[in-house]
């Protein structure tokens, strides 16, 4: 009974998962890139994705339990070393391409906390135009990032916790604030709730950047593999987990679409977001900011005052953002790489890399992983001067970067199930055929979703650019992983 008591209840549960899938911004990116038409990709990518999927980590989770090894362990035991090797480090792989886009991104909310708007696309400065300079400061933040985190600093923690907060808040005061400006406006929105299946944007309008969005849906689920370590921790896990995982999908898809219909009472898309200084870096701090102007307006005080307004809404959404995406950043600087080095046969690794520090932290990879993002990150903003194009190709990198992994515990999923060895206490999928068809639709889907986000720009605009830069991160560390391993399987082949 004791032990029972423990266990996580399905409303523990609910908000476990809400908590780790849900993003603030997601709902800002969605309405600028499709206005209320990504409401209907929010609901597809819950059935079609996240619902699936999820089932899927939960019972690779419930049958082979590893604190060190997960993602390695679920693919070498399903398919072979190999295979689960070069997954595992294309997985690494997503975070470092993270790792570039928000050590970019960071100053973004950094200087709307100062000054109530984005300022990067001003930072010009000794003939280095403002992409270039926000590139050397990012190199800056990654080596004062990783020299605090190899320390092993506690203080870590709280700076996460406050920015998880902010960010909540952030959440209930759009609900809030929108509710109080539809009342006074009696029932007007700011964007006409008419083609509700069109996008606003003129680069989502064909089918092609239509498709291309949902590979945003699905990112807005992302963090599901986390999910699996939570079965055997839960009470009466048969029953509840999969009835967390529907009852979560359809909160966090509620919670999108309400979201989403929330800024459409104060932002017009045309009006407020067509300004080519807007993008998907800064999207968040312009909408907040735009909220905090309407209601000053629409409570009928003077411009001076609502302008006052909307530029501590920005103020707080930056100040919030950046204690996220700093607290986020120390962890994935270590957690991903501590992963990869200890759930991965140590013999793949030269002893420098497995080798821990005083505070337990693999500081020599964490130094060699610094200096391979400081390459990326100069060779990316070298490449282009245009500010708004350089944050949108960096979220289109780490869209697509993160959701490639999740192709390959799909295709490994009906061979694990094949694999009778495997004991698996959990179980939803039962029927062989079953497990087969729905893995290859979530496959086919996330598949679909990338292929689509990669040929957008191309057909959209002619720019081979935009889709070099997603491909080369995945294409480039694939390669690098595959490389790795065949090097050390004929190196133990000729020791033997």
């Not at 990326?376 to 245009?386: E, H, K, R």
Request: proline share 4%; glycine share 8%; aromatic share 14%.
């Amino acid at each position: 009974m004791a032990e029972n008591s423990n266990k996580i209840t399905l409303t523990a549960l609910v908000m476990m998962i809400f908590t780790t899938v849900f993003g603030f911004a997601n709902s800002t990116v969605a309405f600028y890139l499709m206005g209320y038409a990504s409401i209907l990709f929010y609901l597809l990518a819950a059935v079609l994705f996240f619902i699936p999927f999820a089932m899927m980590m939960a019972e690779y989770g419930a049958a082979i339990k590893s604190d060190s090894s997960g993602m390695y362990k679920w693919l070498e035991v399903s398919v072979n070393a190999r295979f689960a090797f070069v997954g595992t480090f294309m997985w690494f792989a997503s975070y470092i391409i993270w790792l570039v886009s928000t050590s970019a991104k960071v100053w973004i909310p950094f200087t709307t906390m100062f000054f109530g708007s984005d300022q990067t696309q001003k930072f010009a400065f000794l003939g280095l135009n403002a992409t270039q300079v926000i590139g050397l400061l990012s190199c800056l933040w990654m080596v004062i990032v990783t020299l605090v985190s190899i320390k092993g600093v506690k203080g870590i923690v709280r700076i996460t916790s406050l920015g998880g907060l902010a960010v909540t808040s952030l959440n209930a005061i759009l609900l809030v604030v929108s509710g109080v400006i539809l009342a006074l406006n009696h029932g007007h929105f700011a964007q006409p709730m008419t083609h509700l299946l069109d996008s606003p944007n003129p680069g989502y309008q064909q089918p092609v950047g239509l498709m291309s969005f949902a590979v945003f849906a699905i990112f807005a689920y992302g963090g599901l593999e986390v999910l699996g370590g939570m079965v055997d921790k839960t009470k009466n896990p048969e029953k509840t987990f999969p009835r967390g995982i529907i009852i979560s999908a359809i909160v966090i898809t509620l919670g999108y679409a309400l979201g989403i219909l929330c800024w459409g009472i104060s932002t017009n898309w045309q009006a407020v977001l067509a300004n080519p200084t807007t993008n998907m870096g800064n999207i968040s701090y312009v909408m907040m900011r735009n909220l905090g102007l309407v209601l000053g307006q629409s409570l009928g005080l003077s411009q001076a005052t609502s302008n006052l307004i909307g530029l501590w809404f920005a103020r707080y959404t930056g100040l919030g953002m950046f204690l996220a995406y700093s607290g986020a950043f120390f962890t994935l600087t270590y957690s991903p790489l501590k992963t990869l080095i200890l759930g991965t046969p140590k013999s793949l690794w030269p002893k420098k890399f497995t080798k821990l520090n005083e505070n337990k932290m693999p500081s020599y990879a964490m130094m060699v992983q610094c200096a391979i993002v400081i390459v990326i990150i100069l060779v990316a903003s070298f490449a282009t001067s245009d500010a708004s194009a350089f944050y949108n190709v960096l979220t289109l990198m780490a869209n697509v970067s993160m959701t490639l992994p999740y192709l390959f515990l799909l295709y490994a999923f009906p061979k694990f199930k094949q694999n009778h060895a495997i004991q698996k206490p959990f179980e939803v999928y039962k029927s062989p055929r079953l497990t087969v068809l729905i893995s290859w639709v979530v496959f086919v889907v996330v598949l679909g979703a990338n292929i689509f986000t990669l040929i957008q720009p191309i057909l959209a605009t002619g720019n081979f650019k935009n889709t070099i830069w997603m491909l080369v991160g995945p294409v480039l560390f694939g390669l690098i992983g595959i490389i790795w391993y065949q090097v050390h399987v004929h190196r133990t082949t000729r020791q033997n």
